[in-house]
Every structure is written in C-alpha cells, then in structure tokens.
C-alpha cells in the first residue's frame, strides 16, 4: 500500500505511513479521554470555574511562547544526531522553565485584577510549577518524531495525557475545587519527567556550550515570533471575551472551542506532526514534495469536512449529552467554531510544509496576517455578539490569511 503515492519500501515513507496510523490514533484516544474529562468536569465545575482556570492557562501558554526557543524543531531539522547537542538543549529547556515560572508568580496578581478574578490568583501561583517541572525533560524525547517511531510517542502522550484526565477528575469529584484542573496538569509534568529519562537513553548532563546555544536561539527565531502570533491568533479572542465579558463566559468559550474547532483541527495535525520530517527529508525534490503535499491536503480536506459538518449539524444534542443543560448557551458559538475548525484544519496543512523546507518566516507572517483580520474584528463582534462574535471574528481572522498561504505555497514549489 503506498503512502502519499510512494513505494512503500523507501523507508522513511514506510515510517511515516505507521506514523500516520499511531498518531492518528493517539489524537482519536486522547479527544476521547478529552471528550470523557470535559463530559464528568462539566458537570462538577461550573462555567466560571472554568473560566478562572482558563486564565491561569491563558497566562502559562502566553509565557511559553514568549520564551520559546524553538530547540526540539531545530533538533528534528538538524542533520546532526540528537546527543550533539543533548545537553545544551537540557540546560536551556531548563532554565527557561525556572524563568517561565518566576514570571508567572510575578504578574499573578496585576493578571488576576485585569481579568476581574481574584480567584485566579491561586491558580496561576499552582500552575507556575508546571514549566518548572517540565523544563527537565529529557530532550531525547524529539527522537521518536526525528526517527519517526510514533509508536514510542503514542504511547508515552497517551500515559500523560490519561494521567492528566484521571487526577483531575479525581480531585474534582473530590473537592469540587477548580485546583483539581491545575492539580492534573501538575501531576502529567511530572510522569513526562520520569518517563523521559526512565525510556530515553543517553540521559543529559548539565553542561552547555556557548556556540551551540547560539546556534539553537538563532535557528529557531522565527519558531519563536510564530509561536507568539500563533498564540495571539489562537488565544487572543480569549483575553477579549474573558476581559469584556469575565471568566464565566470565558469558560463557556473555551469549552465550546474544546469540543468543536479543536477536535477538527487536530484531524489535521495528525498528518502535519507525520508529514514535516518527511517534507523535510524530500525538500530538495520540489515535483516529488508537491504531489505528497497536494495528497496530504486532499487527504485531511476529506476527513474533517464531514466531521465539521456533522458538529454544525448536530450541536444542540451534543451539548445536551456531554455538557449538560447548563452549558446550552455554548450551542451558537459552537456550530461558528466547528466552520473555523475545518478552514484551519485544511490551511494548516501550509504550515508543516513551511516547517519542512526550512520556511518558518513564512508560517510567522501568515499568523500575522490572521492576526490583524482578528484583531481588527475581535473587540466589536464580541461586544455587539458576546462569544458567538469572538468566534466570527476568528474565522475572518482565518480567511483573510489564505491569499497569502497560497502564495507561498507557490514559492515553495518554485524555489530551486
């Protein structure tokens, strides 16, 4: 059987045909876990405890990408074998990590005031802990996406992911407090730790060398402005509706992005996580790279359309089933995220070739663009429509970005 039109016996495109099917079905296991956590939370937490615990993950994901580095994308596209800059790469995750959570202790309380939360606070000191802990991760962890051995990382994402799903329903039922959401993902730092340097050999020392980390920090420069558009594309309506409409709705947002555009998008990802080493690997052969490229697309285009279609269509039960009553104002703002999922989903393809050929400025100005047509849409929509505006103004933000992915799709395929 081929893959993406290619003799199986090249060995990277039979790597990545067992890639696509062991990351495929990690997302499907793991929106199930996710689906099951949102459906048994959903009705011990309320939309407002939601809502304070998304502030504290709005912050910890804007301080991650701020500071992101960009080291497992330079590891993965560096021609040099992983342990050439083992320990380098431990030294600056970790460091980073310490750095990240000082930051978060620091504007925990001006965060708590602008979002209108006190309650906040606590989550935000709780969740400091989590980059800290992760900064020690073994890097050796980027080997089974450099080596294609999705196996290995399905079922390491898997154990973190259910750990994650387990401790914070355990606590919930428990406490009923919204520290149960923060307390799960404490506790997946910690077992993804373990789990790093308990499987991955060689271990890192701490050491570093001066030009190595140059030479990390200058390739994954423009992986770092692309995470901070990204995240500015992906989470500022976020800001918006839990600034001007406060963290109840700021809850209801985040679960109807949960449970709508973010399992179509992860459709996607599941062939752009498989597709960029490949891309990466067959970069020089533009013919070959356009044809794996066109089918890739076509490929995830046939999933999630159906799949996006069929959330539209049958929003109100869906809710009714897996949140429950009190969350049916969700429904509207669902059925505009589920439409945003399947354009994104598509468009984002783009980006994992972009990655693949060593374009990432290409990926940062596209978010950028998406970001204008969202910040520019974002604060009257939200205030004339509530959260179902936010949603709007996501997908405006989405479509005025595809002339220009076009366009460098055009160049990719041109340069020499």
């Known amino acids: 059987m081929p893959f993406l039109g290619y003799n199986l016996s090249v060995g990277y495109f039979k790597n990545a045909a067992k890639g696509v099917s062991w990351m495929g079905l990690l997302r499907a296991s793991t929106r199930a876990i996710a689906f099951l956590r949102i459906a048994i939370l959903a009705r011990l937490l309320t939309p407002d405890q939601f809502g304070i ?99 290995k990382e399905f079922l390491l994402r898997f154990s973190v992911f259910s750990f994650d799903a387990t401790l914070a329903i355990l606590f919930a039922f428990l406490t009923k407090s919204v520290l149960s959401l923060a307390i799960g993902l404490i506790g997946s730092a910690l077992l993804e730790v373990f789990l790093s340097f308990y499987f991955l050999k060689p271990t890192p020392r701490f050491k570093f060398e001066k030009e190595k980390i140059r030479y990390i920090i200058s390739r994954g420069k423009w992986l770092t402005f692309a995470g901070v558009f990204n995240y500015l594309f992906e989470q500022g309506d976020d800001w918006v509706v839990g600034r001007i409409m406060g963290t109840q709705s700021l809850g209801i947002y985040q679960v109807a992005y949960k449970i709508s555009s973010l399992p179509v998008y992860e459709v996607g990802q599941v062939f752009n996580k498989v597709t960029f080493p490949v891309y990466n690997l067959i970069k020089d052969d533009k013919e070959r790279l356009k044809k794996a490229f066109y089918k890739v697309t076509l490929t995830i285009s046939a999933l999630v359309v159906p799949f996006g279609l069929i959330l539209f269509f049958f929003t109100d039960p869906l809710v009714r089933i897996v949140l429950g009553e009190k969350w049916l104002s969700a429904v509207p703002v669902i059925k505009v995220l589920s439409i945003f999922g399947i354009v994104r989903s598509i468009a984002s393809s783009a980006h994992s070739l972009y990655l693949g050929v060593d374009k990432q400025e290409y990926s940062t100005i596209v978010t950028l663009v998406g970001i204008l047509g969202l910040g520019l849409t974002i604060v009257p929509l939200v205030i004339k429509f509530g959260i179902v505006g936010a949603g709007f103004s996501a997908l405006f933000g989405t479509l005025v970005s595809l002339p220009l992915v076009f366009y460098y799709l055009a160049k990719v395929f041109k340069e020499k």
């Open 53 to 151: 615990y998304g502030v504290g993950s709005l912050i910890l994901a804007f301080l991650e990408v701020i500071t992101e580095t960009g080291v497992n994308i330079v590891l993965i596209q560096s021609r040099k074998k992983l342990v050439h800059y083992l320990d380098t790469a431990w030294v600056v995750s970790i460091f980073r990590g310490m750095l990240i959570s000082f930051l978060m202790i620091l504007v925990s309380y001006p965060v708590s005031l602008f979002f209108g939360s006190p309650a906040s606070l606590n989550v935000i000191l709780f969740l400091s802990l989590v980059p800290f802990l992760r900064g020690f991760i073994n890097p050796m962890i980027v080997s089974f996406q450099k080596e294609l051995d999705f196996k």
